[in-house]
């Protein structure tokens, strides 16, 4: 049985028609930078989110650049993030000339441990870290009370690399419920077409609850020009197309069903692995949510991880790989070299010791689990993962 990784063909074919009408719209509209389509999907995405202002961006990575842009993060300036993550959190870091710094990940949810976040902030003697960019991987959230907290207390800011995660929830020590991105003062959002909110083509966003940092986003991404042809700031071209907008809108009213569906299948999931061996003799381990809602919700609602991945770590994975690609099960490593492992970073800094993020490049593997997946095609994974502990 061939399965891929991600079937967007499949999440297309019910939405086809809606999506060719709507992009035959923008085109006859004639407008084709910014316009009303775009201005629409951020009041539907800050009002998603629960904030007060969204940016439309060009891409995920770009949402991040602008956000570190508009806090001015330049030359001598350090950001802290997690060594585990795609390259674009970083790779904006250096693109504004600041350098990053590291604290390793918590092993468990593989996002950035708070306590070794306020190690690195303690020995920064000489306060050249500015900021933070705690990243909610796999789209579940990152500890942000704990990240909050330290993060006040040293006077950085916050911005959410949330672009795996759109409509993950977060509980804070009050219990109230807050979606990836609305509690820093930024939240940067992937539309990539693999993200859980795709487009089709590259898109990004930032939410904030700031509305004065929303309008120098505003700003940067078209040149930092206010009124037009006068820049009282330096931006760059980073506008979200309206064709993408349109598109985006038409799925962000199935958003809630696809997280849904991502649920039951990581769920899926975690009761065939458990009716196997593998998780007893340790050869397998799945993924924990860690937060949980009250129980007054159905199974599924409960969970707050939106599965933008199902990521599980496995002994002898290289070969594990190759057999289930060998059997055409479609599976991927995120990611085989941590980001303070880059080759780009040579000679820029000393190599950080972070074993907890080493061990986790090393051992890790994700397997399909987009909303159309079948059970019938997870029961295949398992049973097939199960044959290659057997070999
Ligand atoms: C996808 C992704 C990005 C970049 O988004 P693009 O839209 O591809 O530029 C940034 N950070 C993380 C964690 C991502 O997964």
Same mark, same amino acid.
């Given at each position: 049985?061939?399965?891929?990784?991600?079937?967007?063909?499949?999440?297309?074919?019910?939405?086809?028609?809606?999506?060719?009408?709507?992009?035959?719209?923008?085109?006859?509209?004639?407008?084709?930078?910014?316009?009303?389509?775009?201005?629409?999907?951020?009041?539907?995405?800050?009002?998603?989110?629960?904030?007060?202002?969204?940016?439309?961006?060009?891409?995920?990575?770009?949402?991040?650049?602008?956000?570190?842009?508009?806090?001015?993060?330049?030359?001598?300036?350090?950001?802290?993030?997690?060594? $585990?993550?795609?390259? *674009?959190? #970083?790779?904006? /870091? +250096?693109?504004?000339?600041?350098?990053?710094?590291? !604290?390793? @990940?918590?092993?468990?949810?593989?996002?950035?441990?708070?306590?070794?976040?306020?190690?690195?902030?303690?020995?920064?003697?000489?306060?050249?870290?500015?900021?933070?960019?705690?990243?909610?991987? $796999?789209?579940?959230? *990152?500890? #942000?009370?704990? /990240? +909050?907290?330290?993060?006040?207390?040293?006077?950085? !800011?916050? @911005?959410?690399?949330?672009?795996?995660?759109?409509?993950?929830?977060?509980?804070?020590?009050?219990?109230?419920?807050?979606?990836?991105?609305?509690?820093?003062?930024?939240?940067?959002?992937?539309?990539?077409?693999?993200?859980?909110?795709?487009?089709?083509?590259?898109?990004?966003?930032?939410?904030?609850?700031?509305?004065?940092?929303?309008?120098?986003?505003?700003?940067?991404?078209?040149?930092?020009?206010?009124?037009?042809?006068?820049?009282?700031?330096?931006?760059?071209?980073?506008?979200?197309?309206?064709?993408?907008?349109?598109?985006?809108?038409?799925?962000?009213?199935?958003?809630?069903?696809?997280?849904?569906?991502?649920?039951?299948?990581?769920?899926?999931?975690?009761?065939?692995?458990?009716?196997?061996?593998?998780?007893?003799?340790?050869?397998?381990?799945?993924?924990?949510?860690?937060?949980?809602?009250?129980?007054?919700?159905?199974?599924?609602?409960?969970?707050?991880?939106?599965?933008?991945?199902?990521?599980?770590?496995?002994?002898?994975?290289?070969?594990?790989?190759?057999?289930?690609?060998?059997?055409?099960?479609?599976?991927?490593?995120?990611?085989?070299?941590?980001?303070?492992?880059?080759?780009?970073?040579?000679?820029?800094?000393?190599?950080?010791?972070?074993?907890?993020?080493?061990?986790?490049?090393?051992?890790?593997?994700?397997?399909?689990?987009?909303?159309?997946?079948?059970?019938?095609?997870?029961?295949?994974?398992?049973?097939?993962?199960?044959?290659?502990?057997?070999?």
């Amino acid at each position: 049985m061939k399965i891929p990784l991600l079937d967007l063909g499949s999440q297309l074919a019910p939405l086809r028609e809606e999506i060719i009408a709507a992009v035959t719209c923008v085109i006859d509209s004639t407008t084709y930078i910014q316009g009303p389509e775009v201005v629409s999907l951020e009041k539907e995405i800050a009002e998603y989110c629960g904030v007060n202002n969204a940016t439309g961006v060009s891409s995920g990575t770009d949402a991040l650049l602008v956000a570190l842009m508009a806090i001015k993060i330049g030359a001598g300036d350090r950001v802290l993030t997690t060594p $585990y993550s795609f390259f *674009a959190t #970083m790779g904006v /870091i +250096l693109r504004c000339g600041a350098l990053p710094v590291f !604290a390793d @990940i918590d092993p468990v949810s593989f996002n950035i441990d708070p306590v070794a976040m306020r190690e690195v902030l303690e020995a920064d003697t000489d306060r050249t870290i500015k900021a933070v960019i705690p990243v909610h991987l $796999y789209g579940q959230c *990152a500890d #942000m009370d704990a /990240i +909050l907290a330290i993060a006040q207390e040293y006077d950085i !800011a916050v @911005i959410e690399d949330a672009a795996q995660a759109i409509g993950a929830e977060y509980p804070d020590s009050k219990g109230e419920w807050h979606k990836s991105g609305s509690m820093g003062l930024a939240g940067c959002y992937s539309f990539f077409p693999s993200k859980n909110l795709g487009g089709i083509g590259d898109g990004g966003m930032v939410v904030s609850i700031d509305s004065e940092f929303g309008e120098s986003l505003k700003m940067l991404r078209n040149h930092g020009a206010k009124p037009k042809y006068f820049h009282a700031i330096i931006g760059g071209n980073f506008r979200l197309d309206p064709i993408q907008a349109t598109v985006l809108r038409i799925k962000l009213k199935h958003l809630e069903k696809w997280h849904h569906a991502r649920r039951e299948n990581a769920a899926t999931y975690n009761r065939l692995f458990a009716k196997t061996s593998l998780l007893d003799e340790k050869r397998v381990k799945t993924p924990v949510a860690i937060y949980e809602k009250a129980s007054n919700e159905s199974e599924f609602d409960r969970n707050h991880h939106i599965y933008n991945q199902y990521v599980i770590t496995v002994e002898n994975r290289d070969a594990l790989i190759e057999f289930l690609r060998s059997k055409e099960i479609g599976c991927e490593i995120y990611y085989p070299l941590c980001l303070h492992e880059q080759k780009c970073l040579e000679g820029l800094m000393e190599k950080p010791r972070l074993p907890r993020a080493e061990r986790a490049a090393r051992s890790t593997i994700a397997l399909p689990i987009y909303p159309e997946l079948t059970t019938v095609m997870q029961e295949y994974v398992v049973e097939q993962i199960v044959a290659f502990y057997q070999l």
